[in-house]
């Protein structure tokens, strides 16, 4: 700071004891009656404590971890002016052509924007614009260079139970779903050829199309199963819904339509749980939850949660339209049937899970509510026999098969560790692939938007508009270049949907190469699906026409006797 004082005549006078070197004010307020102070003194003394701040600021900057911006101005957006006159106020003014062609990227942070380039003086950050030209006449608009796209940072797949996300690459192409990533990730193991002969050969029954073309593709202690049931040893299945509209659509229909076949293939118990407290508890958008209060007419959270019951109920019919076996069958929602030895095993479970656990497995934060992190400890429990003492008793040693999408998978690994702790049979699990939604393999069918699903209460002329007019295509731009060059039906959503739902391999391979080979257009492959769903969405409308609230209640009837016994089908 000499360099300041150097400036002023007196400098060399002041030392920090004397009247001079003290604040204005403080100097005013002492009573001295030798005059004022002479004002470059005080411009001096101004100019002091203006640098010495600076520097403080400097130091404390540099020690941030500050955002940095998130693009410059090219050479054709805003008002061209010199680097070297920057004050920190020139907003929207772009960056001259010569000067923009130096500026290079290093881990897409622009090299006059890192921290290392950048200098604090009293008045703005200040770009060091040593090495950069002055700017040259502006261009004409004719001469502009076309300006440059934003590249899309790269991201790895998220797959949890709360969200799902593909892979995307640096150049920002959506990778969708690497599910062989996923199996390695989650540690579960591939449902091979030799399991599915396996399958075949202890139950007599040729593997559903959904194990045979890979849409139920990983597993955890398949053979455990298959093993128990060449035994005659009991087990069963589980599975569930958490209600998120009042009526399915396929993405929700095809993992209970496999269920119910597996319970017709193996005859054996199985238990439906319905979340509607789940529902409540993770509701995080609160835009989204006050439209919902409106749209319900609803005054108080018990509103609200008593919205997701109702929803629950649709759900239920919607459930046993689907071909479940009432015998065999148990269907509880969470808010009515919570109680007894299936809260102890929530409070057993709950107990071996700590909260560093919930945040690593399903990415909770801090501002989520205590609901979110118990939640696990409901939905693992029914994995327990004896969570169901009307089917199992007391018998805690009867391990149950789990099919469900694979973002569910967390849930169950923690439920896996904790049957270890608390003596219990581990449950196996069966995991499926995402539906896509109409638009294409790197998207998911929503309840909450229309064009993106095929709803189980969608009639004949809506399915077909939506598939015409929605279904992401594997064929060409025209109609000579697909007959010329094929299409792709790896990518076809027509295709893909008739592979969940066409038992016949013969019917989908000549599909595949006739469409591959030119022969079969896009209409031709898309009318060929809008046949096959509109009959399964109608037999699905005239089962759940015959589902009536008095047959709801039987398959909720937790006083009903199942028995646990694996009978062999005919």
Not at 105 to 125: C, F, I, K, Q, W
Request: glycine content about 6%; aromatic content about 8%.
């Amino acid at each position: 700071m000499s360099h300041a004082l150097n400036q002023v005549n007196t400098a060399d006078t002041i030392s920090p004891s004397s009247p001079a070197a003290q604040p204005e004010a403080e100097f005013q307020s002492t009573g001295d009656i030798s005059g004022p102070e002479p004002e470059a003194i005080t411009l001096a003394r101004r100019k002091i404590r203006s640098e010495s701040m600076s520097e403080q600021l400097s130091e404390r900057l540099a020690h941030m971890k500050l955002p940095q911006p998130e693009r410059l101005f090219g050479p054709d957006e805003g008002e061209i002016i010199d680097l070297d006159d920057l004050d920190g106020d020139d907003g929207d003014a772009g960056v001259a052509p010569d000067a923009w062609d130096k500026i290079k990227l290093d881990d897409e942070v622009p090299e006059s924007v890192r921290t290392g380039r950048m200098t604090h003086s009293r008045n703005a950050s200040r770009v060091d614009s040593a090495s950069i030209s002055r700017p040259p006449p502006i261009l004409e608009a004719s001469e502009q260079p076309e300006k440059a796209k934003p590249v899309e940072a790269a991201r790895e797949q998220k797959i949890t139970p709360f969200d799902v996300a593909g892979e995307v690459d640096a150049a920002g192409k959506d990778l969708g779903i690497n599910y062989d990533k996923i199996t390695a990730q989650f540690g579960a193991s591939k449902i091979s050829s030799e399991l599915l002969e396996r399958f075949e050969k202890v139950t007599g029954q040729r593997p559903h199309p959904l194990l045979r073309r890979g849409t139920f593709f990983s597993h955890r202690d398949l053979n455990t199963i298959l093993d128990r049931y060449e035994q005659g040893k009991p087990f069963y299945l589980y599975t569930g819904r958490g209600p998120s509209s009042d009526s399915m659509h396929l993405g929700h229909l095809i993992p209970f339509m496999f269920t119910a076949w597996l319970q017709r293939v193996f005859n054996v118990p199985l238990v439906i749980q319905i979340t509607d407290d789940e529902k409540y508890l993770l509701e995080r958008d609160i835009k989204k939850q006050a439209e919902t209060m409106k749209k319900i007419k609803g005054k108080k959270p018990i509103d609200l949660l008593r919205h997701y019951q109702r929803m629950a109920t649709d759900n239920i019919k919607d459930i046993i339209a689907c071909g479940f076996l009432l015998e065999k069958t148990y269907i509880f929602q969470d808010t009515q049937a919570m109680g007894g030895t299936f809260y102890q095993n929530v409070v057993l479970f709950a107990k071996t899970v700590t909260l560093n656990q919930s945040k690593n497995v399903f990415g909770f934060g801090d501002s989520d509510n205590i609901g979110m992190y118990h939640f696990a400890a409901i939905q693992a429990c029914p994995s327990f026999s004896n969570s169901f003492p009307q089917i199992f008793g007391d018998r805690t040693d009867i391990p149950c098969l789990i099919p469900c999408a694979i973002d569910q998978d967390p849930y169950f690994l923690l439920t896996r560790d904790a049957a270890d702790k608390l003596g219990y049979q581990k449950p196996c699990l069966v995991h499926s692939k995402f539906l896509p939604a109409l638009q294409g393999a790197g998207t998911k069918m929503s309840a909450s938007n229309e064009n993106t699903a095929i709803f189980m209460t969608d009639d004949a002329k809506k399915i077909h508009k939506k598939i015409r007019s929605h279904a992401f295509s594997g064929g060409r731009a025209t109609q000579e270049e697909h007959k010329r060059l094929g299409g792709d039906p790896d990518v076809d959503i027509a295709y893909q949907y008739l592979s969940f739902f066409e038992d016949s391999d013969e019917v989908m391979e000549g599909l595949a190469r006739d469409y591959r080979a030119g022969t079969l257009s896009t209409v031709e492959m898309k009318d060929t699906c809008i046949k096959k769903l509109q009959e399964v969405v109608a037999e699905f409308q005239k089962n759940r026409a015959e589902v009536t609230d008095e047959t709801v209640k039987q398959f909720q009837d937790a006083t009903r006797t199942i028995d646990p016994s694996p009978r062999k089908t005919a």
